[in-house]
DNA sequence: GGATCGCACGACAACGTTGGCAGAAAATTG
DNA sequence: CAATTTTCTGCCAACGTTGTCGTGCGATCC
C-alpha cells in the first residue's frame, strides 16, 4: 500500500522512470542532461520510458539542485515597443531553456541618477547577471553601478562595443554601408543622412557605414547633406525638413531608424512629393513601423530575438564558469530588406 | 570549523536569518510569506535579521517545495508587437511574483489545425495553464484543444467572454461611447467609423458602444458612414479610401484601432486634408504608433500590463485552487487619451 | 485551582533533482 | 586467464524551502 504523498502533484518523475527503465534515478538525470557515460542499451531503455510516460524534468527541483543562476535582470528603457517585444521573446526563450527568470527593471528617464537607481533595484534582488539592449548598453553609470556590485552583464546591440566587454551585436558598419550601396546602386548620387542619437555608438558606426560606402564609389562626401536626429520621430521630422528645404535637396533619404525614415516618408507626403518616385526613404531596424505605413519601408533587419537568446546564453556561461572570461563578443548577421519606398532617382 | 558545502553558492538562506534572529527557520518562512501565528516581537526580530542580512528567499526551492505551478503557456499570434510587449512586461511581473515560468508560443497562422497545433506544444510541455491575449482568446481551436486536455486558460481583452469563462477586460462597449461622445461634444455630427475585425467580439462591442452614443445624442445612425476593416493598416486604407469618396464624407473618422486609424490619417493627408482642421480622426488602444504620427492620435488606452498581471494571477488562483471556480471575470479601468488628432468640424 | 483551550514556535520530513563517491561490469592488457 | 584499467551505474546526501505535527506556555473556563 503505497499511501500517497501529502503534496503529490501527480506528476511523473525521475523515479518513476528508473522504474519504468530498470535503473537508478541518477542515471536517468545523466541521459537526459548530455548524458556521457551511459550505455546505448541503457540510454534507449530510459529515453523510451521518458517517451512512455510522457516525463519531463522539474525546472524548479532542478536548478535548486544544480545551484544555477535563477534571477537574471534586464534593464531595458526607452522601449521602442517593437524592438522590446522581439527582444522579450528571444530572452524568454532561453531563459525557459536555462530554467532561469527574468527580471525586468524599467529605467525611464535619461538623467545618469535616475540610470543609477534603477540599477541598484538589480543589485538589491541578486540578479546574478544583467542583460542591457539598447541604449541602456551604453550608459555609463548603469555599468558603474553594476562594476560596482560585482555583477557581470551582456551589452547588446552596441556599435562598438569596448574590448573585454560581454556584447552581443550585428555590423552596423557594414550593415549601413551596404544600405548606402543599395542606394548608389539604384542611381542616387546625392543623398541624405540622418544620424542617429550621438548618445549610442551605432550612430556613429552607421554613418562610419555610410562614409565609407559614398567614398568608396568615388563622391564628395562632403556635399552629401547631413542632419543629427535622435532617433525619435520628432528629430526626424526636423531632420527632413532641413534636407528639403536646401536649395539642391538630396534624391534619397537614410534615416538611421525606421522611426526617423517614417518622418522623413511624412514630411515628403506633406510637401506634395512621392514616395519613392520623388523621393527614396530608407530606414534601418525593420521594426513594425516600416510596414504600417504607405510605401512600406526598405530598411535593415537585426536578428533581435536571437541577438537576445545570445546574449543571455553568453550570460549563463559566463557565470557558469566561476572565472572571470575576458572578452566574448558575437556579431550575427544582419539582412537588407528591400521594400517599397526606394526606386531610382526621378529623371530629371 | 564549519565546513562549507560543497555546492555553496553563498547565499543567505533562511537558516542563516533564523540563526541571526534566534528562532527556527519555520518561523522564518512564516513571517516572510503572510506571517499567521507570529508574536509581533518575533516578527521584528526576523524582519530585523532578513533586512540585516539582506536576504531574499530563493524562487527555485520555494515552487519546489510548495508544489505551485511553475509553468504558464502564452500563446500569441499576429502580435500589433506594442501590445505583446506591455503585454510581456505585465506578465513577467507577475511571474516573477508568483515564481513561475512563462512559456511562450507564437501562432502565426489563422487557419483551425495551425491554431491547433500550436496549442498541442503546450500540452506536450505540461504548461498547468494558458493566458490567451487576442486575438486568440477567441479561437475556437485553440480552447477546445484546451477543454480536450483539461488545461485551464484566461481570456484576455474579449468583448464579450462568455459565462463561465476566466477572463479579464475592458468595456470596450463603454470605451467606444465615451469616445464618441467626445467627438460629439466637439460638435461632429457627422462620423464615420470602421468596424474592427469580425472575428473578435470587442469589434462588435465597440461598434455597439458607438452605436449606442450616436442614438443617446438623438442622431441618425443611418446617415453615419461605417465601414468593414480588420485591424490593419492595409484594411484602413481601403475603409477611409471608401469613406472620404462619399459625396457627403465625414468631419471625423473613428477606427476601432489606432493602426486604422493612422491608415485614415495618411489617406487624409495624400488628399490634402489637414488632420485635425479638415479632418478629425481617433482611435482605439494607444499602441505606440499613437504617439509615431503627426498629429499625435487621441485613442483609448487599455491598461495592457495590468490586465496581463490580472490574467496571470487569476490563473494562478484557479490553480491553486484545485476546485474549478464557475466563473471569473475582470473589468479594468480604460483611459482616454486626448491628444491632437482631433478638433471641431470645419466651419463650413 | 485544575482541566482545557488556543496560540506561538520548533523538529522533521518531503519536494524532485543533481554531485560526489564507490562499487560493479566490461574492456583491455600482459 | 589473471590483473588492471576504463566505463558504467547506484547509493546517499544536499540544494533551500514549506507542510505536518507535536510541544510548551499562558490564558480561559468552570
Known amino acids: 500500500m503505497s499511501k500517497p504523498s501529502r503534496r503529490s502533484r501527480g506528476s511523473i518523475t525521475v523515479q518513476d522512470v528508473a522504474?519504468?527503465?530498470?535503473?537508478?534515478?541518477?542515471t536517468v538525470s545523466r541521459v537526459v542532461n548530455g548524458g556521457t557515460n551511459v550505455r546505448e542499451a541503457t540510454r534507449e531503455a530510459v529515453l523510451a520510458a521518458i517517451a512512455k510516460l510522457n516525463y519531463s524534468p522539474n525546472s524548479a527541483a532542478r536548478s535548486l539542485a544544480a545551484g544555477e543562476a535563477t534571477q537574471i535582470g534586464l534593464l531595458y528603457s526607452n522601449p521602442s515597443a517593437a524592438y522590446l517585444s522581439q527582444f522579450l521573446i528571444g530572452a524568454l526563450a532561453a531563459a525557459r531553456r536555462a530554467g532561469c527568470h527574468l527580471v525586468l527593471e524599467a529605467c525611464e528617464g535619461e538623467r545618469a541618477e535616475e540610470q543609477a537607481e534603477a540599477t541598484r533595484g538589480f543589485v538589491q534582488t541578486h540578479v546574478q547577471g544583467v542583460i542591457l539592449p539598447p541604449p541602456l548598453s551604453e550608459s555609463g553609470p548603469?555599468?558603474?553601478?553594476?562594476?560596482?556590485?560585482?555583477?557581470?552583464?551582456?551589452?547588446?546591440?552596441?556599435?562598438?562595443?569596448p574590448e573585454g566587454s560581454l556584447n552581443v551585436r550585428i555590423d552596423d558598419f557594414a550593415a549601413a554601408s551596404a544600405m548606402t550601396r543599395h542606394l548608389l546602386d539604384m542611381g542616387h548620387r546625392h543623398i541624405g543622412f540622418i544620424r542617429g542619437n550621438p548618445n549610442q555608438t551605432s550612430s556613429a558606426e552607421r554613418y562610419r557605414g555610410f562614409c565609407a560606402a559614398i567614398e568608396e564609389a568615388g563622391l564628395d562626401l562632403a556635399a552629401m547633406p547631413v542632419e543629427q536626429g535622435y532617433f525619435t520621430f520628432r528629430?526626424?521630422?526636423?531632420?527632413?525638413?532641413?534636407?528639403?528645404d536646401l536649395p539642391k535637396p538630396p534624391t534619397a533619404?537614410?534615416?538611421?531608424?525606421?522611426?526617423?525614415?517614417a518622418a522623413a516618408v511624412g514630411v515628403a507626403h506633406r510637401r506634395g512629393l512621392h514616395v519613392p518616385q520623388d523621393l527614396s526613404v530608407v530606414g534601418f531596424d525593420d521594426t513594425a513601423l516600416a510596414t504600417t505605413m504607405w510605401p512600406e519601408l526598405t530598411t535593415v533587419r537585426q536578428p533581435i530575438a536571437a541577438m537576445a537568446e545570445a546574449a543571455l546564453t553568453m550570460l549563463l556561461e559566463e557565470l557558469r564558469a566561476d572565472v572571470r572570461t575576458e572578452h566574448a563578443e558575437q556579431v550575427l548577421a544582419h539582412q537588407l530588406i528591400v521594400r517599397e519606398s526606394c526606386a531610382p532617382p526621378p529623371a530629371a
Open 253 to 261: 533619404i537614410f534615416a538611421s531608424n525606421d522611426d526617423m525614415a
Open 19 to 26: 522504474r519504468e527503465a530498470g535503473v537508478s534515478a541518477m
Open 142 to 161: 548603469v555599468r558603474a553601478e553594476l562594476e560596482a556590485a560585482g555583477i557581470p552583464w551582456v551589452s547588446v546591440a552596441m556599435g562598438l562595443p
Open 235 to 244: 528629430s526626424g521630422i526636423v531632420a527632413s525638413e532641413a534636407m528639403l
